[in-house]
């Protein structure tokens, strides 16, 4: 039976198909495993002919085929291409849909859909009733919906549908990897591919693509024949060099191809054309895509990339290098009709530097729509999925933190009504919060549009808005916007104008577009509120450009924005550069009247601060949206919050703040000698890291209400440092650290403790006389080091040795200081002289005292 379904198949035009002779295997190798791992060359037929060769297998039981598509025009190229394999009109067996577009019916056996899409028709229904296979095609591209798609498949088949079948294809992947967490085997197809000629042109273009890629193209028209193929950045790029090669309009067709482009303009690049074409595109072209006529591929080497910043919150096209498998996708395009040239701007060195295969979306994004998803899932966890790469733990961490912001989820970790809301919507969570809040403001028109306006490319970032009437930059738009729609839906505004259209039809509205003046701009500033809470900014200063942001970033107002010198703004794009400082190049003015009427609630918090410069606590009582101050009055401070202000000056300004003395600093030190000495002991840590980590446990109960430098000084801080020895430690303390020892001269001297090594006994020389052994402290444990002075009080010698010294070194000092000091006695025995500080004539005249 399924041999015969097999040469049902064999019937659509595919047989010439490098993939053909894999598919009888690929059909035989699903019927008995869940799921398989497909990996085949660009231009193999895979996309195509493969879901036609499964549509009748006896193990698909007549069920559908899902077909992940990661972009929309190659789903719907793709779903064109096999109806016409067909003879049939797109809708029938083979359907597509995708963002803003679907043609499907109840006889649709294969459907291609975008990313979004798959995740949205998961969530409602996770059996996917009705369908037997889900193939993800271009899998190599690791888009963070492709990700998602597949971990929560893998889910639905381990848990659900044991009988839903996976398959999973690509052109340039290292497949090891997911075969071992999927459990599935890889079947390889070779394809076809005719030469292709690699010329490196040794050019480094990053700061010049434009100028180095309009150079290459006219080069290779001079060089070769055939179309032209040409891998730009992004839409910018493709316009300059556009520009740049307006006089070559004449002879050529110049295409550009990007995501954006209307469908029309696509479709223009795509298809033959009567003058030799020049197909300036993004990485769109790499791979799904067949353009028709191609033999010359010029390759820049760069594309962008999005880039999260979860410390910043912010997400940034990057310009990247491309990868080693990028390089050999873009290259293969010269090969797929014959023979071919592939210019790459680069040389071979930067060729071995490249990465091996394109980072995987999931390790930059933005996690905020991931982690929505997972928690509608009733996933809390990510690692409890199958990831060939995991959320990181901070990224998913602040995506849990906006969510949180936006009310979406509550502290333990669950979606909210108002999450679940944003749950069921096809968007960001920002812009899901922006549709929520307008349907219960009776919003619902505008907010449409303004979602539609914050979704698209901004028609309005290489143009000017005609007349500034509001300080909002999207209320500006949005008119300018209204204004146009009445004339045209063409040219730069209709993707905003298409994305207005499918928001009113998904709430069932009038797509026509409102008249210019029917919303205000304070009614947009309400709905921006609701999706960009953490963005509500305060002016630093009046006048002055710099805002705080209610998350505590600070960012600077671009100067082009409408919004000037207003109080309080949200920060509807931030921008990213190379500075520390964020640009903010949309904003919305948000009066202070607004501002409280959406948080009318915002409890007075006591606020507490040491002021360094005054040095002295100041308080008061604030309503503050995150970071910011929305108002303040003054209001007295005691108590824990006093307490905690005090600690935490001492902490950042050091115990100089203390009133230290020489009594104090002694204390210090013999404590430290002893919990150095005696770590088993417990004497507690008093260095000054040890002291400022436990100011609760010695200094807080001797503050009292001190409020500034003054009180401070007045602290007892030697009974504050005493009270962490208990009666017994006060005593050792005494006993094995004396503050003083006596020496034979009767003196009673001050030992120094140092931070390291034994105590410093700096004593005259004389008053040593008869001392034959080294004093010792701790009980005995310890020599001290003796500093013996002068008679002018400058050292003659450090020992530790006091015997050694006499016997050894005393001569020789004796000499050299007698001459130096002659009123002063040097005896030749001064283990038997009279220990003294007293010059010979004193010691003479109080013996004739006696």
């Not at 963002?99 to 859909?113: C, L």
């Not at 009776?442 to 009437?469: F, M, N």
């Amino acid at each position: 039976m399924e041999s015969q379904r097999l040469n049902k198949n064999e019937s659509i035009p595919q047989a010439d198909l490098p993939i053909a002779p894999l598919l009888p295997h690929l059909l035989q190798t699903l019927a008995h495993q869940a799921t398989v791992i497909l990996q085949a060359p660009p231009g193999a037929g895979k996309t195509t002919g493969v879901p036609l060769s499964l549509l009748e297998a006896e193990w698909l039981a007549g069920k559908s085929i899902l077909m992940l598509e990661p972009r929309r025009l190659a789903a719907s190229n793709a779903a064109r291409f096999m109806a016409r394999q067909l003879n049939e009109e797109v809708g029938q067996t083979i359907g597509y849909r995708i963002r803003y577009q679907h043609m499907v019916s109840s006889a649709t056996r294969i459907e291609v859909v975008t990313e979004g899409i798959l995740t949205r028709r998961l969530q409602r229904d996770p059996e996917l009733k009705g369908v037997g296979l889900v193939i993800f095609d271009e899998f190599h591209e690791r888009h963070l919906q492709s990700d998602l798609a597949l971990a929560l498949c893998h889910d639905v088949q381990q848990g659900l549908r044991d009988d839903l079948k996976l398959l999973v294809m690509s052109a340039t992947l290292d497949s090891e990897p997911l075969a071992k967490l999927l459990d599935a085997p890889i079947l390889t197809c070779e394809g076809r591919s005719f030469p292709v000629d690699i010329r490196y042109l040794n050019k480094q273009p990053q700061q010049q693509i434009v100028d180095t890629t309009t150079r290459a193209i006219r080069r290779a028209l001079k060089e070769s024949t055939g179309d032209l193929l040409v891998f730009l950045p992004g839409e910018g790029e493709i316009r300059r060099v556009r520009q740049q090669l307006d006089d070559l309009n004449d002879r050529h067709l110049l295409c550009p191809l990007y995501g954006n482009l209307p469908f029309a303009e696509q479709q223009k690049a795509i298809q033959p054309g009567k003058r030799r074409k020049i197909v300036l595109a993004t990485n769109i072209a790499e791979t799904s895509l067949t353009i028709e006529g191609i033999s010359v591929v010029i390759d820049s080497g760069f594309c962008r990339r999005p880039r999260f910043d979860s410390g910043r919150g912010l997400t940034r096209l990057e310009l990247s290098r491309i990868s080693q498998a990028s390089a050999d996708q873009r290259t293969g395009r010269a090969g797929r009709l014959g023979p071919g040239i592939c210019y790459r701007l680069w040389n071979e060195g930067t060729q071995g530097a490249l990465l091996p295969f394109t980072p995987p979306e999931i390790r930059n994004a933005d996690l905020a729509p991931l982690a929505l998803e997972l928690l509608n899932w009733g996933v809390k966890e990510p690692q409890t999925l199958s990831w060939l790469d995991p959320p990181a733990t901070p990224a998913w961490e602040t995506a849990l933190k906006l969510l949180k912001t936006l009310n979406a989820v509550n502290q333990q970790g669950q979606l909210t009504r108002r999450g679940k809301a944003l749950a069921e919507l096809p968007s960001h969570p920002r812009l899901g919060c922006l549709l929520v809040s307008a349907k219960e403001q009776k919003l619902l028109p505008l907010g449409c549009d303004l979602v539609a306006l914050l979704s698209e490319r901004d028609p309005w970032a290489t143009r000017r808005i005609a007349t500034q009437q509001s300080r909002c930059d999207l209320h500006d738009r949005l008119e300018d916007l209204w204004k146009h729609q009445h004339h045209n839906n063409s040219g730069e505004f209709a993707a905003v104008a298409r994305a207005g259209r499918y928001w009113r039809r998904y709430f069932n509205l009038d797509t026509s577009p409102p008249p210019t003046g029917a919303y205000r701009a304070e009614q947009v500033s309400r709905l921006l509120a609701a999706a960009f809470p953490d963005r509500i900014a305060k002016a630093r200063q009046p006048n002055s450009g710099s805002y705080l942001l209610s998350s505590g970033q600070g960012a600077i107002l671009d100067e082009r924005s409408a919004v000037q010198h207003v109080p309080y703004l949200i920060a509807v794009e931030l921008r990213s550069g190379k500075s520390a400082v964020n640009m903010i190049s949309l904003a919305s003015e948000l009066d202070e009247k607004t501002l409280l009427r959406l948080y009318p609630q915002l409890p007075w918090q006591k606020h507490c601060d040491w002021d360094s410069k005054e040095g002295r606590v100041v308080s008061c009582a604030q309503q503050k949206l995150g970071e910011i101050v929305i108002a303040e009055r003054p209001e007295k401070v005691t108590g824990e919050a006093l307490t905690q202000t005090i600690l935490t000056a001492i902490r950042n300004e050091g115990l100089q703040l203390l009133n230290w003395t020489q009594a104090t600093d002694n204390l210090v030190s013999r404590i430290n000698f002893l919990h150095r000495q005696q770590p088993a002991e417990k004497w507690p840590d008093h260095s000054e890291s040890g002291l400022l980590t436990h100011l609760e446990n010695w200094l807080q109960p001797f503050l009292g209400n001190s409020r500034n430098r003054a009180d401070l000084k007045k602290i007892d801080l030697l009974t504050a440092l005493h009270g962490q020895l208990d009666w017994q430690q006060r005593q050792q303390l005494e006993r094995l650290t004396p503050e003083r020892l006596q020496v034979p001269s009767g003196s009673q001297i001050r030992l120094q403790y140092p931070s390291e090594g034994a105590p410093i006994l700096a004593v005259k020389l004389q008053e040593m006389f008869g001392q034959r052994d080294t004093p010792r402290i701790v009980g005995g444990q310890v020599a001290v080091i003796i500093h013996l002075l002068s008679p002018a009080g400058r050292p003659l010698q450090i020992t530790q040795d006091l015997q050694h010294f006499w016997k050894e070194s005393y001569p020789e000092v004796q000499k050299e200081m007698r001459g130096r000091y002659p009123k002063h006695p040097w005896p030749d025995n001064p283990l038997a002289a009279l220990p003294t500080a007293k010059t010979k004539r004193k010691l003479a005249l109080q013996k004739d005292k006696k």
